[in-house]
Protein backbone atom coordinates (compact mmCIF):
# COMPACT_ATOMS: atom_id res chain seq x y z
CA UNK A 1 0.00 0.00 0.00
CA UNK A 2 1.86 3.42 -1.16
CA UNK A 3 1.62 5.86 1.10
CA UNK A 4 0.96 9.82 0.26
CA UNK A 5 3.45 12.26 1.18
CA UNK A 6 2.71 15.37 2.23
CA UNK A 7 2.94 18.47 0.15
CA UNK A 8 6.20 19.53 2.81
CA UNK A 9 7.19 15.51 2.21
CA UNK A 10 7.42 15.67 -1.63
CA UNK A 11 9.28 19.53 -1.36
CA UNK A 12 11.89 17.62 0.80
CA UNK A 13 12.33 14.87 -1.86
CA UNK A 14 12.67 17.07 -4.71
CA UNK A 15 15.31 18.57 -2.88
CA UNK A 16 17.15 15.94 -1.56
CA UNK A 17 17.17 14.76 -5.62
CA UNK A 18 17.83 17.81 -6.91
CA UNK A 19 21.00 18.07 -4.48
CA UNK A 20 21.98 14.36 -5.65
CA UNK A 21 21.89 15.49 -9.07
CA UNK A 22 24.17 18.44 -8.60
CA UNK A 23 26.41 16.36 -6.40
CA UNK A 24 26.92 14.04 -9.40
CA UNK A 25 27.43 16.27 -12.17
CA UNK A 26 29.84 18.25 -9.82
CA UNK A 27 31.89 15.55 -9.15
CA UNK A 28 31.96 14.36 -12.87
CA UNK A 29 32.88 17.39 -13.94
CA UNK A 30 36.15 17.94 -11.73
CA UNK A 31 37.23 14.30 -12.46
CA UNK A 32 36.98 14.84 -15.77
CA UNK A 33 39.52 17.87 -15.60
CA UNK A 34 41.48 15.67 -13.59
CA UNK A 35 41.91 12.76 -16.14
CA UNK A 36 41.95 15.51 -19.17
CA UNK A 37 45.31 17.02 -17.29
CA UNK A 38 46.60 14.21 -16.20
CA UNK A 39 46.30 12.74 -20.21
CA UNK A 40 47.51 15.93 -21.28
CA UNK A 41 50.72 15.81 -19.10
CA UNK A 42 51.51 11.75 -20.00
CA UNK A 43 51.31 13.01 -23.52
CA UNK A 44 53.29 16.09 -23.13
CA UNK A 45 55.93 14.16 -22.06
CA UNK A 46 55.96 11.57 -24.92
CA UNK A 47 56.14 14.86 -26.96
CA UNK A 48 59.17 15.62 -25.23
CA UNK A 49 60.83 12.31 -25.49
CA UNK A 50 60.05 12.06 -29.04
CA UNK A 51 62.40 15.59 -29.57
CA UNK A 52 64.97 13.69 -28.04
CA UNK A 53 68.43 15.24 -26.51
CA UNK A 54 68.95 19.12 -28.08
CA UNK A 55 72.58 19.40 -26.94
CA UNK A 56 73.30 15.60 -28.25
CA UNK A 57 71.89 16.40 -31.75
CA UNK A 58 73.98 19.73 -31.73
CA UNK A 59 77.01 17.49 -30.42
CA UNK A 60 76.49 15.99 -33.22
CA UNK A 61 76.50 18.62 -35.99
CA UNK A 62 79.65 20.03 -34.34
CA UNK A 63 81.50 16.60 -34.55
CA UNK A 64 80.71 15.53 -38.42
CA UNK A 65 81.79 19.14 -39.32
CA UNK A 66 84.92 18.72 -36.91
CA UNK A 67 86.05 15.34 -38.24
CA UNK A 68 84.70 16.39 -41.90
CA UNK A 69 88.33 15.12 -43.40
CA UNK A 70 89.02 12.01 -40.93
CA UNK A 71 85.19 10.71 -40.69
CA UNK A 72 85.27 7.12 -41.59
CA UNK A 73 81.91 5.87 -43.49
CA UNK A 74 80.56 2.48 -43.37
CA UNK A 75 76.87 2.56 -45.25
CA UNK A 76 74.77 4.96 -42.66
CA UNK A 77 77.44 4.40 -39.89
CA UNK A 78 79.95 7.78 -39.48
CA UNK A 79 82.98 7.11 -37.41
CA UNK A 80 84.16 10.36 -35.67
CA UNK A 81 86.48 11.31 -33.34
CA UNK A 82 84.26 12.85 -29.98
CA UNK A 83 86.75 16.08 -29.07
CA UNK A 84 84.45 16.79 -26.40
CA UNK A 85 85.47 13.74 -24.41
CA UNK A 86 88.71 13.86 -23.23
CA UNK A 87 89.87 10.72 -23.90
CA UNK A 88 88.44 11.29 -27.55
CA UNK A 89 87.02 7.85 -28.36
CA UNK A 90 85.68 7.02 -31.71
CA UNK A 91 81.87 7.08 -31.70
CA UNK A 92 79.24 6.56 -34.55
CA UNK A 93 77.16 8.82 -35.50
CA UNK A 94 73.79 7.83 -38.12
CA UNK A 95 74.32 9.41 -41.21
CA UNK A 96 72.57 9.04 -44.83
CA UNK A 97 75.21 7.81 -47.02
CA UNK A 98 74.44 9.89 -49.88
CA UNK A 99 74.26 12.76 -48.42
CA UNK A 100 78.09 14.93 -47.85
CA UNK A 101 78.75 15.56 -43.91
CA UNK A 102 78.16 19.06 -44.15
CA UNK A 103 74.84 18.37 -45.25
CA UNK A 104 74.09 16.00 -42.44
CA UNK A 105 75.99 18.45 -39.89
CA UNK A 106 73.19 21.03 -40.90
CA UNK A 107 70.48 18.06 -40.21
CA UNK A 108 71.47 17.62 -36.86
CA UNK A 109 71.54 21.79 -36.22
CA UNK A 110 67.84 21.73 -37.48
CA UNK A 111 67.20 18.88 -35.12
CA UNK A 112 68.96 20.69 -32.53
CA UNK A 113 66.63 23.61 -33.18
CA UNK A 114 63.27 22.08 -33.15
CA UNK A 115 64.58 20.10 -29.87
CA UNK A 116 65.36 23.28 -27.78
CA UNK A 117 62.14 25.33 -29.02
CA UNK A 118 59.77 21.90 -28.69
CA UNK A 119 61.93 21.64 -24.93
CA UNK A 120 60.97 25.29 -23.80
CA UNK A 121 57.38 25.53 -25.04
CA UNK A 122 56.76 21.75 -24.15
CA UNK A 123 57.75 22.50 -20.43
CA UNK A 124 55.74 25.60 -19.94
CA UNK A 125 52.76 23.39 -20.98
CA UNK A 126 53.82 21.13 -19.09
CA UNK A 127 54.19 23.66 -16.25
CA UNK A 128 50.59 25.07 -17.08
CA UNK A 129 48.96 21.25 -16.69
CA UNK A 130 50.87 20.20 -13.94
CA UNK A 131 49.71 23.33 -11.69
CA UNK A 132 46.19 22.86 -13.62
CA UNK A 133 45.89 19.54 -12.10
CA UNK A 134 46.64 20.50 -8.91
CA UNK A 135 43.66 22.98 -8.16
CA UNK A 136 41.65 20.57 -9.58
CA UNK A 137 42.44 17.71 -6.57
CA UNK A 138 42.32 20.90 -4.56
CA UNK A 139 38.32 21.77 -6.04
CA UNK A 140 37.74 18.20 -5.51
CA UNK A 141 38.69 18.41 -1.78
CA UNK A 142 36.44 21.58 -1.86
CA UNK A 143 33.80 19.86 -3.62
CA UNK A 144 33.43 17.18 -0.97
CA UNK A 145 33.94 19.05 1.92
CA UNK A 146 30.96 21.24 0.75
CA UNK A 147 28.89 17.96 -0.01
CA UNK A 148 29.44 16.87 3.48
CA UNK A 149 28.03 20.59 4.62
CA UNK A 150 25.03 20.50 2.36
CA UNK A 151 26.21 23.46 0.47
CA UNK A 152 24.68 23.27 -2.40
CA UNK A 153 25.71 26.88 -3.44
CA UNK A 154 29.04 26.18 -4.10
CA UNK A 155 28.11 22.64 -5.59
CA UNK A 156 25.91 24.66 -8.17
CA UNK A 157 28.76 27.11 -8.79
CA UNK A 158 31.18 24.18 -10.00
CA UNK A 159 28.40 22.87 -12.35
CA UNK A 160 27.47 26.03 -13.77
CA UNK A 161 30.59 28.60 -12.79
CA UNK A 162 30.08 32.15 -13.45
CA UNK A 163 30.67 33.60 -17.01
CA UNK A 164 34.51 34.98 -16.91
CA UNK A 165 34.45 38.71 -17.69
CA UNK A 166 36.51 39.36 -20.54
CA UNK A 167 39.59 42.40 -21.62
CA UNK A 168 37.82 42.94 -24.40
CA UNK A 169 37.35 46.49 -25.20
CA UNK A 170 34.07 47.74 -26.05
CA UNK A 171 34.27 49.32 -28.99
CA UNK A 172 34.94 53.34 -29.76
CA UNK A 173 33.50 55.79 -32.16
CA UNK A 174 37.38 56.61 -33.43
CA UNK A 175 37.90 51.94 -33.42
CA UNK A 176 38.55 51.11 -37.15
CA UNK A 177 35.02 48.71 -38.39
CA UNK A 178 37.21 45.79 -40.32
CA UNK A 179 35.49 42.82 -41.69
CA UNK A 180 38.37 41.55 -42.90
CA UNK A 181 39.01 39.21 -39.38
CA UNK A 182 38.75 36.11 -38.10
CA UNK A 183 37.89 37.33 -34.21
CA UNK A 184 38.73 34.64 -31.13
CA UNK A 185 38.81 35.45 -27.58
CA UNK A 186 41.43 33.51 -25.53
CA UNK A 187 41.10 31.61 -22.22
CA UNK A 188 42.17 34.39 -20.98
CA UNK A 189 39.88 37.48 -22.06
CA UNK A 190 42.42 38.64 -25.35
CA UNK A 191 40.91 39.31 -28.42
CA UNK A 192 42.38 37.64 -31.18
CA UNK A 193 42.33 38.82 -35.02
CA UNK A 194 43.21 36.62 -38.42
CA UNK A 195 43.44 38.43 -40.99
CA UNK A 196 41.62 36.79 -44.37
CA UNK A 197 43.46 38.25 -47.10
CA UNK A 198 46.74 39.80 -48.03
CA UNK A 199 44.88 42.87 -47.89
CA UNK A 200 43.06 42.21 -44.48
CA UNK A 201 46.63 41.18 -43.42
CA UNK A 202 47.61 44.66 -44.42
CA UNK A 203 44.72 46.59 -43.28
CA UNK A 204 44.68 44.78 -40.00
CA UNK A 205 48.58 45.41 -39.05
CA UNK A 206 48.50 48.77 -40.30
CA UNK A 207 45.08 50.28 -39.46
CA UNK A 208 43.15 48.23 -36.96
CA UNK A 209 46.22 47.21 -34.39
CA UNK A 210 48.00 49.78 -32.22
CA UNK A 211 51.62 50.20 -31.40
CA UNK A 212 51.60 47.98 -28.54
CA UNK A 213 49.72 45.28 -29.55
CA UNK A 214 51.09 41.75 -30.07
CA UNK A 215 51.74 40.73 -33.72
CA UNK A 216 51.99 36.97 -35.27
CA UNK A 217 53.03 35.26 -38.25
CA UNK A 218 54.63 31.60 -39.36
CA UNK A 219 57.95 31.79 -40.18
CA UNK A 220 59.01 31.37 -43.38
CA UNK A 221 55.36 30.28 -44.71
CA UNK A 222 52.68 32.64 -46.14
CA UNK A 223 49.90 32.99 -43.89
CA UNK A 224 47.82 35.59 -42.05
CA UNK A 225 49.01 38.14 -39.76
CA UNK A 226 47.11 37.49 -36.41
CA UNK A 227 46.92 40.30 -33.61
CA UNK A 228 46.65 40.20 -30.10
CA UNK A 229 44.68 43.29 -28.70
CA UNK A 230 46.00 44.98 -25.69
CA UNK A 231 44.01 47.81 -24.53
CA UNK A 232 45.19 47.93 -21.38
CA UNK A 233 48.85 47.45 -21.64
CA UNK A 234 49.27 44.39 -19.67
CA UNK A 235 51.67 41.36 -20.32
CA UNK A 236 50.23 38.47 -22.61
CA UNK A 237 49.88 35.54 -20.31
CA UNK A 238 51.23 32.98 -22.06
CA UNK A 239 48.80 30.68 -22.46
CA UNK A 240 47.23 33.27 -24.65
CA UNK A 241 50.55 33.72 -26.75
CA UNK A 242 50.33 30.02 -27.42
CA UNK A 243 47.07 29.68 -28.19
CA UNK A 244 47.27 32.43 -30.98
CA UNK A 245 50.64 31.28 -31.78
CA UNK A 246 48.59 28.31 -33.08
CA UNK A 247 45.83 30.15 -34.76
CA UNK A 248 49.10 31.65 -36.88
CA UNK A 249 49.75 28.36 -37.72
CA UNK A 250 47.35 26.68 -38.60
CA UNK A 251 46.09 29.57 -40.65
CA UNK A 252 49.10 29.13 -42.73
CA UNK A 253 50.38 26.66 -45.25
CA UNK A 254 52.29 25.68 -42.56
CA UNK A 255 49.19 23.54 -41.07
CA UNK A 256 50.10 20.83 -43.23
CA UNK A 257 52.74 19.90 -40.46
CA UNK A 258 52.57 18.94 -37.35
CA UNK A 259 54.01 21.74 -35.30
CA UNK A 260 55.56 24.65 -36.99
CA UNK A 261 57.68 28.44 -35.82
CA UNK A 262 55.49 31.64 -35.72
CA UNK A 263 57.46 34.34 -34.85
CA UNK A 264 56.06 37.39 -32.25
CA UNK A 265 56.53 41.05 -31.65
CA UNK A 266 54.71 44.47 -30.85
CA UNK A 267 53.21 45.74 -33.44
CA UNK A 268 55.16 48.92 -33.36
CA UNK A 269 58.70 46.62 -34.82
CA UNK A 270 56.55 45.78 -38.04
CA UNK A 271 57.14 47.59 -40.79
CA UNK A 272 55.42 47.81 -44.68
CA UNK A 273 58.46 47.69 -47.11
CA UNK A 274 58.20 50.49 -49.88
CA UNK A 275 56.19 49.17 -53.09
CA UNK A 276 55.71 45.72 -51.54
CA UNK A 277 53.29 43.12 -52.57
CA UNK A 278 50.10 42.80 -50.05
CA UNK A 279 50.99 40.95 -46.66
CA UNK A 280 54.75 41.39 -46.84
CA UNK A 281 56.38 43.13 -43.80
CA UNK A 282 59.40 43.49 -42.04
CA UNK A 283 60.34 42.67 -38.33
CA UNK A 284 63.30 44.80 -35.95
CA UNK A 285 63.08 42.68 -33.59
CA UNK A 286 60.81 38.96 -33.16
CA UNK A 287 61.05 36.04 -31.27
CA UNK A 288 59.69 32.83 -31.88
CA UNK A 289 57.34 29.99 -30.54
CA UNK A 290 57.28 26.52 -31.91
CA UNK A 291 53.61 25.63 -31.92
CA UNK A 292 51.05 22.29 -32.86
CA UNK A 293 48.81 23.62 -36.07
CA UNK A 294 45.82 22.82 -34.57
CA UNK A 295 42.94 25.85 -33.58
CA UNK A 296 42.91 25.50 -29.58
CA UNK A 297 39.68 23.85 -28.85
CA UNK A 298 39.46 26.02 -25.45
CA UNK A 299 39.45 30.19 -27.19
CA UNK A 300 36.14 31.12 -28.08
CA UNK A 301 35.10 31.29 -32.09
CA UNK A 302 33.40 34.92 -32.65
Same mark, same amino acid.
Given at each position: ????????????? +??? *??????????????????????????????? %???????? @??????????????????????????????????????????????? *??????????????????????????? +????????????? %? =????????? *? $??????????????????????? =? $????????????? +???????????? $????????????????????????????????????? @?????????????????????????????????????????????????????? @?????????
Amino acid at each position: MEVELSAAERRDL +ERR *EQFERIVTAARKKVLSSISKQRKLIKNLHGD %LEKHGDPE @TWKRYGDLLLANVHNAVREGNAIKVTDYFDERTPVIEIEGDSNKPLN *EIAESYFRLYTKARNGKAMISQRIAAA +EAALKSAGELMAH %L =EAAIEAGDA *E $FISSIVAPKQKVTEVKRKKKTDV =E $FNGARKFVSSDGF +EILVGKKAVDND $FLTFRVARSLDTWMHAADFPGSHVVIRNPNRKEIPQL @TLHQAARLAAFYSDARKLDKAAVNYTLKKFVNKPKRSAPGLVSMSSFKTLYVET @TIPGEIDNR
